[in-house]
């Protein structure tokens, strides 16, 4: 990368955080709508900073809040990389627990405190700093660049995959990239490949007609609360597998690599487990912690109820009993085929005397990139060069819709390249982003143009 | 029985239905306050009503509602009967579903309809019409008899027991008659010389500290929804017998008279789980549907809560899954030592990573009389000669705490007598009493007092 760039970055480090406190004044919070007027502002900001950057930006409406789409198209025939953020916020609440006020961005021990700081607006900010760096020393990017920042994010993007689809010519791109994620550990840059996928589901089952007086009938008819539970501790075994048919068939194996990456990293389980408060780790029998949270899938429930859920006592036969369960995938398992097989396991296993109803709520396929692709290889190289270490390839266990909605709309995959740590207070308060992660994400996106372009393109 | 007694009955028999009809004017609705001066009313009606017959009589303060004790002690040396009944009432909600108002008594194919007709005004009151047979006739009774007519019956009794503590010396009785439950069907009369006790508890299983994303941590960390699944899945076996080590170690099996009796009873299986909207008779192997009823333990989950249970999917590993339990027993098991066996199996099952804590509800020993005692017979021979059918030998499934205090406190056995129909309405609009059954209820009662007087005394 151009001397030139490094040296821009450093000269105008202090107004990039100034420009970003400027941000996090507008409250952005979507889900409350007393917020709404600073919501258009927060998007406003975004849209003319872009302009002053030499970009072309537009606010596009939506049913709900407005898209600010911004694009330097200057590279003939090189990749375009699509950067994918959002604008929003998370409400402040409880305000008493921030030290600062939580729309006044502070500096204090090298960290900067604002909701927003690094959900999502920091980690945002970096691409466009990175951009400007660029248009404002080289002249020109290496390569394509196409924003999508969005406004809804913390309240379920409800209309984003809609605006994709409707935009999807314009939105046209090689890779998107999103930096909504976290550093693996403070000095451990990291690289998420892997995201799980998920179903849902609700199986009811149902015994008498109505609650029945448990002293009367009971022990003559079949109590669901009883089914329901025999049908669940049939749904694994003792060493934690999932018994449902052809569960495992489609799993892609964890390779010998990624199971060594995986046990090389810092991870403290007696720590991790006492954060929770859990007395042991427990899960599928042969494989570590990691291993279960990021590439094994799993089955859990959710929530349960039947019959009489107050205080006390109420001597009834329920005449129904519900389970949500929700399934993690991974790579290549299918959400359809599996809800269809669980759903098959459950009537199976339904005790005699009762009846039962299954219904389906949403599914996603797992995402994986794989870790030898050029893009995660590109993306390693600018990383190292920004933070002075390789990152390291790591999954998560959850799901980042928007990942899944690319790969449909685009087909495109997604780098999921996060500057913050997961100590940052995310949701929480006295949010933060550490002043020097904002400056490597910047330098780190800076470098990511020039190594992205090398990508040949598919 | 006295010649004068039967042409008592006979000649002030529509005197007695319009006495039951201005009683049952009254509404006694213990549960709702708006009704308190009537429940008082409805007291003063009974308790001025007995003196009338020439009993002692008065209202005995509670914190609740006040008790009406009357009694006639004129048989010095003869055995003691202790009637016990209620005058209150349940709410007659929903008011629409009423053919004719709850509170205006109305005879219609002689059947009298309004809310307390059978339980309990009716019931009380074919005791006290026989009562004053023989006081206005013969001019005395055969034995002893005491009253306590409680008005808080439909609301728990709270106060009852505090009641029979502080008045047992008062209240001392050879035997106690209660007649709220039902005939076995019509033309059937029946004597019920048996209830399940009942203990009942509530277990919550601990996870993690507080519901976790099942997506970042799900598959790690033991969930708790299904742990208490697995062990309520191991309660009872696939013959439907439970599990716990020692739990029918104590119990009195059936003998073969009284299998012999309830296989004679007229029972269609199918109408009973059509009208239960069950689609299997399920239960403990090797029994009867009245038997499992009856005369054999159970184990059953009431309720059962953990995670998320509103609309749609919440993707957590709940921190906590709670089932309220209850089992019915029989004698001789007790209820103490079963409980402590219950938590010990549960205890002992418990999947690795979750904790449980045990809550222990209130519990209370089955009754059983024994068929061959000469109370049993004493009034199956009365109700054989007013009702001209010998009664058959039933039990019922449910507990009535009122006979485990008369036993706790009184040191007597109960006379469970039922002169209505399971058909009544009990609870619901349109409750109403065979005027036919009413009537050989008093006169079932009026033999009744003669045949227990040649019951020796213990």
Redesign the interface.
Known sequence: MDGQISAYLKTHAERFLGELKDWLRIPTVSADPAFHADVLRGAEFLRSHFETLGMTSRLVETPGNPVVVAEWMGAPGAPTALVYGHYDVQPPDPLDLWTTPAFEPTVRDGKLFARGATDDKGQVFTHVKSVEAWLKTVGRLPINVRFVVEGEEEVGSENLEDFLRRHREELACDIAVVSDTSQYAPGIPAITYGL?G?F?C?VTVF????D????????????P??G???M?????DEAGRIQVPGFYDDVLPLTTEEREQFAGLPFDETAY?SE?????????AGYS?LE??WA???C???????????V???????AR????I?C?LVANQDPKKLVEALERFLRANL?????MEFHT??GAPAFLFHPDSPYIEAAGTAIERAFGARPVLIR????IPVVTTFRQVLGVDTLLLGWGQNTDNLHSPDEHFSVADFQRGIHASAELWECLASVPRS
Do not use: C, Q, W
């Open positions: 799980r998920i849902a609700e015994g008498p007609r109505k029945l007086h448990s002293g009367v009938f009971g022990g003559s008819v079949a109590n609360a009883f329901l539970a025999r669940l501790a049939k749904l694994h487990l929770l408060g859990a007395s042991a780790a427990v899960g599928e912690t279960r949270r094994r899938p799993t859990e429930v959710n929530g349960l109820f039947s019959g009489y859920t107050g006390g006592t109420k001597t009834i036969v329920p009993a519900t389970a949500k929700t993690r005790p005699t005397g009762l009846t709520d949403h998560e266990g959850g799901s």
